[in-house]
């Protein structure tokens, strides 16, 4: 089984700045598209940013300019630094994987809330 596992959520004001980090962990040959959604309340989840293992990435028009998606293959671990964070990001933001030849995998997502 695989397990993915957030962390760095929290609390920050309009204008600050978070790291969040999810690590994969478990039976794990291949991870091809890392990714982070998220959601708000009465809202439907949405793609944020994702990564491939060959580091392309794709983000939401939303975030373009001030989210930035990385991974470190070597440790399964994808990272998400959010920059200018305005209240409108406020959401629980999940971690998503794909891996070859077993499916796609959630985490159980980070708190993020930006206070205006």
């Known amino acids: 089984q695989v397990q993915l596992v957030e962390s760095g959520g929290g609390l920050v004001q309009a204008g600050g700045s978070l790291r969040l980090s999810c690590a994969a962990s478990?039976?794990?040959?291949?991870?091809?598209?890392m990714g982070w959604y998220r959601q708000a309340p009465g809202k439907q989840r949405e793609l944020v940013a994702s990564?491939?293992?060959?580091?392309?990435?794709n983000y939401a028009d939303s975030v373009k300019g001030r989210l930035t998606i990385s991974r470190d293959n070597a440790k399964n671990t994808v990272y998400l630094q959010m920059n200018s964070l305005k209240p409108e990001d406020t959401a629980v933001y999940y971690c998503?994987?794909?891996?070859?030849?077993?499916?796609?995998?959630w985490g159980k997502g980070t708190q993020v809330t930006v206070s205006s």
């Open positions: 990564v491939t293992s060959g580091g392309s990435t």
């Open positions: 998503n994987a794909g891996i070859a030849g077993v499916g796609v995998f």
């Open positions: 478990g039976t794990i040959f291949s991870i091809n598209r």
